[in-house]
């Protein structure tokens, strides 16, 4: 008794230092008590209580939270159980005091009393004893839902909490048999409870919250199916909820919601019966084709040992046949096969002038082309061709008087060739209606040919 006194003050101390040590002392001492009486638990949570209350600053009361919560983890299971009905006892004695101030520190508290609270079932493999002494707690203890004492802020804060925190809790599927038992004090609720507002924070927090994290799940293929969804077998809803609706002493006001409920899970149960069949004939064929590939791997062994062994009797044989000598006539020898493609024969080219005076003809063998002069051929064709174009008359006898001037006057040939043909024409013109008078002479010619 003295070690609890001394516990109390130092858990109310004004100095934080203080309160830290007295929280770690008294971890220390609770861990190996097993014999504590529900009043040494209530003196025990009043001074945590003043503790906590103290703790100023949100990590500094963020951490003492989890501090005072994790003890439920620490001390022995047999006092579990007491130690949290001990806790929402002093809640219910203190929370009129409690000024709107501190409320959110209290209330981020009692989040982590019922994270703690599921940690411990799950510890304990969700033994159905320990299940039913907390779930007492919500039917006859401190938070009782149909009491009408309590302070409803409590109770509406316990449902909203209630499923988030079982989620984050868990680390794997509750069985369906415990998981619709859990929910058994809210049935009650839905079913009796006057209070209206508590009753649609049951239905919308719980129930269809439930739904929503199902169908939510659906939608998004890619997110892992939470472990509340699949501990929740919908037709045990629905069933109970059947049920439910069938009591005569169930309040008029409340046929609605419980109708509405029986609707939405009906559809769900059907939902999940027809997944269940799914992927149970899913397994039956994935066993089928293993057997398969398990009787075909047998067959094909049998197969390999009975062809090795129709082999090793071929090898016999053919070793006792004698090797006869292969005899190879001269005159029959392998023709070799040419399979190279022929090249196509190049047909003769001929290249004729105007006056076909010469003709060059080129053959050239399939096997290699033999290098040909055409190309010089063809220049001395075109070189014949524009000699004869540059030749007079036939009828001109005369010599041909070639014009050589000299550079200057190339220069302007080149740079004047029209003018220079223009009047050559016109010379040529004059040139043969004096032949045919017989008025020129060989000296005229000459002097008209020099000037121009």
């Keep these: 008794m003295a070690q609890q006194n001394s516990f109390g003050k130092a858990l109310a101390s004004a100095d934080k230092k203080v309160r830290d040590k007295a929280v770690k002392r008294l971890s220390k001492y609770l861990s190996n008590k097993k014999d504590l009486s529900d009043l040494d638990l209530l003196k025990l949570w009043k001074g945590l209580f003043y503790c906590f209350w103290m703790s100023d600053k949100p990590l500094v009361q963020q951490q003492l939270s989890e501090k005072l919560a994790s003890l439920i983890l620490k001390i022995p299971d047999e006092i579990v159980i007491k130690f949290i009905e001990t806790f929402w006892k002093e809640i219910r004695l203190e ?9 959110d520190k209290f209330y981020y508290l ?3 009393i019922h994270l703690n609270s599921f940690k411990f079932l799950e510890k304990v493999n969700w033994d159905i004893t320990h299940v039913i002494k907390y779930l007492d707690i919500f039917t006859d203890g401190p938070l009782s839902l149909l009491d009408q004492t309590v302070p409803p802020s409590l109770l509406y804060h316990a449902c909203e909490v209630f499923i988030p925190e079982l989620e984050k809790a868990i680390s794997k599927p509750i069985p369906s048999s415990v998981f619709i038992e859990i929910l058994e004090p809210f049935f009650d ?21 439930i ?14 199916e939470s472990n509340v969804v699949k501990s929740c077998n919908f037709k045990d809803i629905y069933e ?12 008029k006001k409340n046929f609605e919601n419980i109708e509405s409920l029986i609707i939405v899970f009906k559809g769900l149960s059907e939902a999940q019966g027809v997944l269940q069949d799914e992927e149970g004939n899913e397994k039956n064929e994935e066993d089928d084709d293993e057997n398969k590939e398990v009787e075909e791997e047998k067959t094909k062994t049998k197969s390999k040992g009975m062809a090795t062994k129709k082999a090793v009797k071929k090898t016999t044989k053919k070793n006792t046949k004698k090797e006869q000598p292969i005899e190879i006539n001269e005159d029959e020898k392998p023709v070799k096969k040419n399979n190279k493609k ?3 024969e190049v047909e003769s080219i001929e290249i004729d002038d105007e006056n076909k005076e010469d003709e060059v003809e080129f053959i050239e063998s399939p096997k290699k082309k033999r290098k040909t002069p055409a190309r010089a051929a063809k220049k001395e064709a075109k070189s014949k061709i524009n000699t004869k174009s540059t030749e007079t008359h036939d009828k001109a006898k005369e010599e041909i008087i070639v014009i050589n001037g ?3 006057e190339k220069e302007k040939k080149k740079t004047e060739p029209k003018k220079v043909i223009k009047k050559i024409e016109n010379n040529n013109k004059k040139y043969e209606n004096f032949k045919d008078k017989d008025m020129i002479s060989e000296s005229s010619l000459k ?4 000037n121009n």
């Design 95 to 103: 929370w009129t005091g409690i000024d709107r101030l501190r409320l």
């Design 110 to 112: 009692f989040r982590q």
């Design 189 to 209: 609720v839905i079913g009796f409870c006057s209070n209206d507002i508590l009753v649609e924070k049951v239905v919308e927090e719980l129930f269809l919250n």
């Design 211 to 224: 739904v929503n994290i199902y169908e939510n799940e659906e939608a998004n293929e890619e997110e892992e």
């Design 240 to 251: 109970r909820l059947e049920k439910l609706n069938n009591e005569p002493l169930v309040l």
């Design 342 to 344: 022929r090249k196509a």
């Design 406 to 408: 000299s550079d200057e």
């Design 447 to 450: 002097f008209n040919n020099n």
